[in-house]
């Protein structure tokens, strides 16, 4: 099992968790203290993988055009906040 402190699965992270879907186990650790560890879904979880249909360097540049609401973003974030 590999062992990778918090800031090394930060930096990685893309990379450890395709390690991980691939099989592999990592052990999250915080000062050399065990505090997570990730390992790959097991089919008797009730989870349905989905491959994804194009490869994401082929969507990566998509830009969406403007959304078209009736209320600004400003006002839900307000309404969302309330009087905090």
Same mark, same amino acid.
């Given at each position: 099992?590999?062992?990778?402190?918090? #800031?090394?699965?930060?930096?990685?992270?893309?990379?450890?968790?395709?390690? *991980?879907?691939? @099989?592999?186990?990592?052990? =999250?650790?915080?000062?050399?203290? !065990?505090?997570?560890?990730? *390992? !790959?879904?097991?089919s008797? #979880? @009730? =989870?349905?993988?989905? +491959? #994804? +249909?194009? !490869?994401?360097?082929? *969507? +990566? @540049?998509?830009?969406?055009?403007?959304?078209?609401? !009736? *209320?600004?973003?400003?006002?839900?974030?307000?309404?969302?906040? @309330?009087?905090?």
């Amino acid at each position: 099992m590999k062992r990778v402190k918090i #800031a090394e699965l930060k930096d990685h992270l893309s990379e450890h968790l395709r390690a *991980v879907e691939s @099989g592999d186990q990592i052990e =999250v650790t915080d000062r050399k203290r !065990p505090i997570v560890r990730l *390992v !790959p879904v097991s089919s008797s #979880a @009730g =989870v349905t993988l989905n +491959r #994804a +249909r194009k !490869p994401f360097k082929k *969507v +990566r @540049g998509k830009r969406y055009g403007l959304t078209r609401w !009736p *209320v600004g973003s400003l006002d839900l974030l307000i309404e969302e906040r @309330g009087k905090r």
